[in-house]
């Protein structure tokens, strides 16, 4: 087992643990941050396919009241497109199920 020390812990390389690695950088201060999975950005995961399209199949989704996401977006200069709702999503309820095609309600498009 590793030891590691530090004054600040950041447990999780997700979305909240990267965006507070951000913060603490600009403030100069120092910390460490681990994460149990080889790969970081939490629920954010992106599916690549031979010949296809990418596939989000995490959080991707943003709406005009979330304005300290947006305004981080904004500064670390990441484009946010505005959304199209067709008549079928793709949905994958967990890492341990394979994504599957759904319809969407007729509310949605």
Do not use: C
């Not at 812990?9 to 910390?31: E, P, R």
């Not at 296809?52 to 500064?75: F, N, S």
């Amino acid at each position: 087992m590793n030891t590691i020390k530090t004054d600040i812990l950041i447990i999780g390389a997700g979305l909240t643990g990267l965006t507070l690695a951000y913060y603490l950088k600009n403030l100069n201060i120092s910390f460490k941050i681990t994460e149990a999975r080889p790969t970081i950005g939490g629920r954010i995961k992106t599916k690549y396919n031979t010949n296809q399209a990418p596939i989000e199949l995490g959080a991707t989704w943003l709406i005009e009241q979330q304005v300290a996401a947006i305004k981080l977006l904004k500064e670390l200069n990441i484009r946010v497109f505005k959304q199209y709702y067709g008549k079928t999503a793709i949905y994958q309820p967990n890492q341990m199920q394979a994504a599957q095609l759904v319809k969407l309600p007729k509310t949605m498009q």
